[in-house]
């Protein structure tokens, strides 16, 4: 098995073979939490205009997601697990759009098979590559923006890579470790209420879920994330 990690929407561009779209903080876990609460269906999209006409044309849609972190316009959530985390969200359609993660999944055309990346479902992930035993294997992470490397999308690749090689890794010091990268810093800034301090565990809960999220186009220019239990 072959794995490589690369970076931002050039790595979303050139992924092939079994392709993991990681982003921490916070996209693929808070769709996690989400899928968890009952959504019967989510869609990532990479285009804000397209979230709107998804809402026109199907107005008992939810729109959740963000633009520089904070909530877009009109929108009913904003990209924070603790915002959703207990939020009965039954039967709901959720379409999700962020300005890293789901355009990684709108970017990465080239993949034979597209998930998401968190640490909240990180075992699952395991067990789905493991089962699957692809050739190759595809870790990109998002960053900031989908432009500036973001140091927790690297280490959870990283911890995804070491684990599949078979190499022990001390998930309390990645936690020690993450709270001290810029881009938890958000986490702890009591002016930044759009990104509560809580999202910092949400967003590091171990394998808090059994399931992975299967990107899969629709044809509108969204992807359906499929929960799929592993």
């Known amino acids: ?22 982003d921490v903080f916070r996209a693929f876990s ?11 269906e989510i869609r990532a999209v990479g285009e804000l205009e397209l979230a709107y006409r998804l809402r026109h044309q199907n107005p008992e849609f939810l729109l959740m ?27 709901k359609s959720v379409v999700h759009t962020t300005s890293a993660g789901t355009q990684g999944i709108a970017n990465a055309l080239g993949a034979d098979e597209v ?12 067990r789905y590559i493991s089962r699957k ?14 432009l500036i490397p973001a140091e927790e999308d690297t280490v959870c690749a990283e911890y995804l890579r070491d684990r599949l090689q078979g190499i022990t890794t001390d998930f309390t010091l ?22 509560p301090e809580r999202d910092f565990d949400l967003c ?3 394998s808090r879920f059994d399931f992975v999220l299967k990107a899969e186009p629709v044809g509108d220019g969204s992807h359906r994330l499929i929960h799929v239990p592993v």
């Open 65 to 91: 997601g963000e633009r520089e972190g904070i909530k877009c316009e009109g929108f009913d959530f904003g990209n924070s697990p603790a915002e959703i985390e207990n939020i009965d969200l039954t039967g």
């Open 1 to 22: 098995m072959e794995i490589s990690i690369s970076q931002l929407l050039v790595g979303a561009r050139e992924a092939r073979g079994l392709t993991v779209i990681i």
């Open 174 to 195: 990645i936690q020690k470790h993450l709270r001290g990268v810029i881009g938890a810093q958000k986490f702890f800034d009591p002016e930044k209420a759009w990104a």
């Open 133 to 146: 035993h692809p050739e190759r294997v595809s870790l990109v992470c998002m960053g900031q923006g989908a």
């Open 30 to 40: 808070t769709a996690c939490y989400v899928s968890a609460n009952g959504a019967s």
């Open 204 to 206: 590091l809960s171990l």
């Open 115 to 126: 998930i998401t990346g968190s640490f909240t479902n990180a075992d699952a992930i395991l």
